[in-house]
């Protein structure tokens, strides 16, 4: 089912075509694509063309490029897919081809190439977007029952296992 | 005692089934919602995008004007539906800024030709760094930021003509 | 008319599950002991051999104080007889008549009929034909049809060859089955038709997410549903026997093949997904903890309890109310699963369309069949008889432990999926995703390990610490070697993939070890399903900790020439063209690739592909497959600056994780055909004795 969303995140699409904003929900984020299969090498060829000429100079941001230290890009990369998606959704922005899911890992990126600790980096989004961005819960008030759960199953198991095998030596 | 354990998986289940009953009457709201509303606006400074008009910074606010701050790009649909009622707003006398993000100057002037210019101020946000300074999941958005310089209200999506009057209300009641 | 053909097969296949359900009633009914407290003789020609002789006779806690006079006894046999015989024929012609559903199905969508709702908003004429069929179930309705239709087949196929259980249990069995089918053919037939009719009929259809024109569409859904449903029988094999109170070795042995044989699907269907997802969605991940994963793992973990349970049962007639209890879990997470997917109450990447009207539908039916089996569980567990003792250090004193651990894990994987919504009750909007699951189900799942080696090599009923530890000694010596050798490794990889590899190579040897000191050839071949199986699992945590400790990854922006390093590999943009495919157009970029500087060069193309109808770009990856693991290159978009994005990933030994899957699928298959052949020795014998 597809219908047109009110608010659109979408991927820019090449400056020769028209992106339409189609945006069903359970599809990922559409990008802009030739409409005509007649037209599309053509299309395909104008814009491998575009790519030869330096259209915009700018320089190329981190969403998709590595740091140079590898102790700061694993540090970067975890961080990434704990960070959910705010447009996709269904994703960690590590795991995104949305726009705003590559911007979102340029900053954090240059964040931590500054120096900032992924700690830090995540709360500074919590503070922007609320905790439902984190995929992984902050312990509080509302979340302390979710960390508990393991440990309560688990005294809970231990407690059936020993009810049965003190049954069973009654019985 | 083991009789009234053998009640417990029924019990929990009917708890599941609240739960989830609860959470079904409840229509998921999908929108991302800034945290920073009633926070101050975060520092920022966007050179400008066009070379008619200047960039947006955190220092433009605050002086005792409330104004709106409106997220958006040459590339967004729904923000082409938007844009007359900005400009209605803009003749009401609303001042309107813009965070161009993820867009390139002469995509926004055609934009801004084809569709009307109610800016006073457009900043480039190529990156989306303010975007995501600011709380910001998609475009179009807009903020309300009060005289004193904090982010009073955010409207997510683009603007219909039945909120304008709102919106319009909402900025003098700011002051 | 073809999808008229199916709707009206649909409304016959209702039918028949009410009469099912009606016979069903009647015979368990009319044939409830009564007067001398044994049960009836059900000779005559129904098929089924004898009565089973249960080792531990259940006698009735309500025994009738005054017999009934022989005339009205035999009249109600005879009636009995009658109905019972009817029950068969009835429940194949239910899964005959909803086969004949969806099959309608699939051929108006491999027609393109353009006339039927389901198809317009779900096809396209210019998709290859695999699509178009696969894509009857790519969809909210055509799933739920296929759900059914499975849900119907289920019990045909019990109707069909189970030979084992005595009449009333059977008859109880099928009836339950039926009770299931009525609620969701109700469901489909008023709010999910998927033969609705569009009129006018529009001139071409809106297409397929071109996410699902995959191959894998056509494998995962059905393998997942056989699994996912197919435990469905389970669920009414135990409310059955809790109806007649038959609950006993006999009753796990004729279960117990059709757990098995739900449970080979699953593992394979959830398998199957996992990578799918992987060479799909373009970032190398391989399990996501969706909702909708964990829709389908819940059930899995349910399963896998239940069939170590039930032969706990069949052999030793121990782990009663467990067996019961798992078997109605494994089947109510499935339809909470089902439910979970359907409602939109849960974000998750998978979810079909949604409409919270159908997802109220869907927990009414929830609330009927969960409520109802649990609070029968509550009734009528208490009055059958405890099973066997043993002490805890036993076999089955482990697979308690082996019980409950899964459980664990189940209870926390469903906290943890039903959360936000608690949460959102606060008005708290929060995530819970891939940190809280790894970091709480990771450890128990790693305790898990340690017992699932331990487990086989205990002996039954009663055993000795030092027994155990001597046998022992090889499993741990293979843990302490790889823990020894992987210490040069070991900065940079975190605690649970080091204790994961360590426990891999320990639980490989501790799995052959019920081998040792055997012939081979006569070696049950059930016994080499648990081998195989159990080492299926060390070799998928051996893959998942590989993968989580020792992946390379290489993001570049590639111009033309420029060699890039990731792992052991040197990768070179040769260059890029346009690809014209069935129903898209894309970009290939040829990627030269050595290992080391001197290798051999291959190519690999990876692609973005975009799609007209419905608008959509995709990626596609490019990988090649080594002995020694994989290589998976995926093209970016251009670079302002000049050249391509390029993502490359250096994952050894990935490719366990899905051989581990598939290892346990197979041992499951070797498994299950051990218990068929050994039946099917011993009914020979009872019949010859």
């Known amino acids: 089912m597809m219908f047109l969303r009110r608010h659109a995140g979408l991927v820019p699409a090449s400056t020769d075509q028209q992106a339409i904003a189609l945006e069903p929900l359970d599809r990922r984020s559409p990008h802009g694509g030739p409409r005509h299969k007649a037209g599309v090498t053509w299309g395909i060829l104008i814009a491998l063309m575009l790519i030869a000429s330096p259209a915009f100079g700018q320089q190329t941001s981190l969403a998709d490029v590595q740091l140079r230290d590898p102790a700061k890009e694993a540090q970067a990369r975890a961080l990434m897919a704990t960070i959910r998606c705010v447009e996709c959704q269904g994703q960690s922005v590590g795991d995104s081809d949305a726009a705003i899911a590559g911007s979102m890992r340029a900053l954090i990126r240059e964040r931590i190439q500054a120096g900032e600790t992924p700690g830090h980096v995540r709360a500074w989004l919590i503070e922007r977007y609320g905790d439902y961005i984190t995929y992984d819960p902050p312990m509080s008030a509302v979340t302390w029952p979710l960390w508990l759960a393991p440990v309560v199953l688990l005294i809970a198991g231990a407690a059936i296992a020993r009810s049965s095998f003190r049954k069973r030596r009654q019985g | ?175 | 008319m073809i999808a008229e053909a199916g709707l009206a097969a649909l409304w016959l296949a209702a039918a028949m599950a009410a009469l099912q359900l009606l016979l069903a009633a009647n015979v368990v009914r009319l044939g409830r002991p009564s007067g001398s407290g044994s049960p009836l003789p059900f000779r005559g020609g129904v098929g089924v051999g004898e009565v089973s002789p249960s080792p531990s006779p259940v006698v009735s806690p309500h025994p009738n104080p005054s017999p009934e006079p022989k005339a009205a006894l035999g009249q109600r046999e005879g009636l009995s007889q009658q109905f019972a015989r009817a029950i068969r024929p009835v429940a194949i012609a239910q899964g005959a008549l909803v086969a004949l559903a969806m099959l309608c199905l699939i051929l108006v969508f491999a027609r393109s009929d353009m006339s039927v709702r389901l198809v317009v908003e779900n096809s396209h004429s210019a998709k290859p034909m695999l699509y178009k069929l696969a894509g009857a179930w790519g969809n909210h309705e055509g799933s739920m049809l296929l759900w059914v239709t499975i849900l119907g087949l289920a019990g045909a196929a019990v109707a069909v060859f189970e030979r084992r259980l005595d009449q009333r249990t059977l008859s109880a069995t099928i009836g339950a089955q039926a009770l299931i089918a009525i609620g969701f053919y109700a469901f489909l037939l008023i709010a999910s038709n998927p033969f609705a009719r569009v009129f006018p009929a529009p001139a071409d259809g809106n297409g397929l997410n071109p996410l699902l024109q995959d191959p894998g569409l056509a494998f995962h859904p059905p393998t997942l549903y056989i699994g996912y449903v197919g435990i469905s029988v389970a669920f009414s094999f135990a409310v059955g026997a809790l109806v007649t109170r038959e609950v006993g070795p006999a009753f796990a042995r004729a279960m117990r093949p059709w757990v098995l044989g739900a449970w080979i699907f699953l593992t394979l269907g959830i398998t199957a997904g996992s990578y799918w997802a992987y060479y799909e969605l373009g970032w190398g991940g391989w399990w996501f903890w969706d909702p909708v994963e964990n829709a389908s793992l819940m059930p899995w973990l349910a399963a896998t309890a239940l069939l170590h349970s039930v032969s706990v049962l069949a052999t030793r007639d121990g782990l009663r109310a467990w067996t019961i209890m798992l078997a109605v879990v494994a089947f109510s997470m499935s339809m909470i699963g089902t439910f979970l997917v359907r409602s939109g109450i849960l974000t998750s990447v998978h979810a079909f369309a949604v409409d919270p009207e159908r997802g109220a539908f869907i927990l009414a039916l929830l609330a009927i069949y969960i409520g109802g089996a649990l609070a029968l569980f509550a009734l009528r567990v208490g009055t059958v008889r405890q099973g066997n003792v043993f002490a805890p250090l036993s076999r089955e004193g482990a697979l308690v432990v082996n019980n409950l651990l899964l459980s664990v894990i189940l209870g926390i994987v469903l906290i943890g999926t039903l959360y936000p919504i608690a949460a959102a009750a606060f008005g708290v909007q929060l995530s819970v995703g891939k940190p809280f699951f790894d970091k709480t189900t990771g450890p128990v799942a790693l305790a898990l390990m340690v017992f699932m080696g331990a487990g086989p090599l205990l002996r039954w009923r009663r055993d000795t610490a030092s027994a155990l530890l001597k046998r022992m000694t090889w499993p741990v010596a293979g843990f302490g070697a790889a823990l020894i050798m992987l210490v040069p490794f070991a900065w940079g990889i975190g605690v649970l993939p080091l204790l994961g590899l360590a426990l891999a190579a320990g639980l490989a040897v501790a799995s052959v070890a019920p081998l040792w000191g055997r012939n081979l050839r006569r070696t049950p071949l059930f016994t080499w399903g648990m081998v195989v199986a159990h080492l299926g699992i060390a070799v998928s945590l051996a893959g998942m900790a590989c993968d989580s400790a020792f992946t390379k990854e290489t993001l570049v922006v590639a111009k033309i020439g420029e060699p890039h390093a990731v792992g052991p590999y040197w990768v070179r943009l040769k260059g890029l063209r346009p690809v014209i495919g069935p129903n898209w157009s894309a970009i290939a970029a040829d990627l030269s690739i050595t290992r080391g500087q001197d290798g051999a060069p291959f190519i690999l193309s990876p692609q973005a592909r975009y799609f007209s109808d419905p608008p959509t770009s995709t990626t596609e990856s490019a990988i090649a497959t080594k002995l020694d693991g994989q290589l998976y290159t995926v093209l970016g978009k251009p670079d302002p600056g000049g050249g391509y994005q390029l993502r490359l990933w250096w994952k050894p030994f990935v490719t366990f994780i899905w051989l581990g899957g598939a290892m346990v699928a197979l041992g499951g298959a070797l498994s299950l055909l051990g218990r068929i052949r050994r039946g099917r020795v011993r009914v020979a014998e009872e019949h010859e004795a």
């Not at chain 2, 605050?62 to 209605?88: D, H, I, Y």
């Not at chain 2, 934009?111 to 800016?119: E, I, M, Q, S, V």
């Not at chain 2, 999506?157 to 900025?171: L, M, P, Q, T």
Request: with cysteine.
């Open chain 2, 1 to 175: 005692m083991k009789r009234a354990l053998l009640w417990l998986p029924l019990l929990l289940f009917a708890g599941l089934f609240a739960l989830v009953g609860f959470g079904l009457l409840r229509p998921a709201d999908r929108t991302v919602r800034s945290a920073l509303t009633d926070k101050p606006l975060p520092d920022f400074t966007l050179p400008a995008l066009l070379p008619t008009k200047p960039g947006v910074a955190t220092s433009g606010y605050g002086g005792g004007q409330p104004r709106l701050l409106n997220v958006f790009a040459s590339w967004c649909v729904p923000c082409k539906a938007e844009a007359p009622q900005l400009m209605k707003l803009k003749a009401m006398g609303v001042p309107i800024d813009a965070v161009a993000t993820n867009d390139t100057p002469e995509a926004v002037r055609d934009f801004l030709k084809a569709f009307g210019d109610p800016y006073q101020r457009i900043g480039d946000d190529r990156q989306s760094k303010v975007q995501i300074a600011l709380g910001s999941s998609g475009v179009p958005e807009t903020f309300l930021i009060d005289g004193r310089g904090r982010i009073v209200m955010q409207h997510v999506g683009d603007i219909r003509a039945d909120e304008v009057d709102a919106i319009a209300k909402a900025w003098r009641d700011a002051r």
